[in-house]
């Protein structure tokens, strides 16, 4: 039987220390979230390996996104206890489960219902209750609690998320995977006024989400 504690101080020490991962508050929300409960069940033994895990294998494919990149991603975000954030596509809701031991006030967006159940029983089973799950249009957000002070896209984009932008707070961070294959790079957009800085932080492969998938003769 895998011993799940050891497994989480494993990836911690060797797959995030190893990858530039050195904010000590999410290393100790990772070294404690269960990630073995936010798994299909019958694949808890997977939950540790440095890969994307798929979730959910229903109508809507959905994916945990590897340790390495979303700690990277989770640790540019600068979460700071009490800041809004928006989990878009959250899965069986890992990610807010992290960031909800940061100490963020976490809605968690989904696109079907029984998705958004999975995780609701998962986050009440790892001690994250008090994180809202709600059901929508991924790439329209989630407007009645905007503004954000962070959003996390568990997943790849063609697009620029235009919608989730504008559901940032002045200084609001987003970040997510854009582009595909060997052009695919975690982005971070940060809100200024009515301007969006943009910058590039790692080479990172995810899922394409289908909401944010480019339209043939779209030009981005």
Do not use: W
């Amino acid at each position: 039987m895998v011993d799940f504690s050891q497994a989480r101080r494993m990836m911690v020490d060797s797959q995030l220390r190893t990858f530039d991962v050195n904010d000590i508050p999410l290393l100790d929300a990772m070294d404690s979230v269960p990630r073995e409960m936010f798994v299909l069940p019958g694949r808890e033994e997977l939950a540790y390996i440095d890969q994307n895990i798929l979730v959910s294998d229903g109508a809507t494919r959905r994916f945990m996104l590897s340790p390495m990149n979303l700690g990277r991603m989770i640790q540019a975000l600068e979460v700071n206890a009490g800041e809004k954030a928006l989990d878009v596509a959250s899965g069986r809701g890992y990610a807010a489960a992290v960031l909800n031991k940061l100490g963020a006030q976490v809605t968690a967006l989904e696109a079907d219902e029984a998705l958004a159940a999975d995780a609701r029983s998962s986050l009440a089973a790892a001690s994250a209750g008090n994180v809202q799950v709600v059901v929508g249009a991924l790439d329209q957000g989630h407007a009645e609690q905007a503004p954000y002070d962070l959003i996390l896209i568990n997943g790849a984009l063609d697009v620029r998320p235009d919608a989730l932008l504008q559901q940032l707070a002045e200084g609001g961070r987003l970040v997510c995977v854009k582009g595909r294959g060997r052009a695919a790079r975690a982005t971070l957009y940060v809100r200024s006024g009515d301007a969006f800085g943009e910058r590039t932080l790692f080479d990172a492969a995810a899922p394409v989400l289908a909401p944010f998938v480019q339209e043939p003769g779209f030009t981005f």
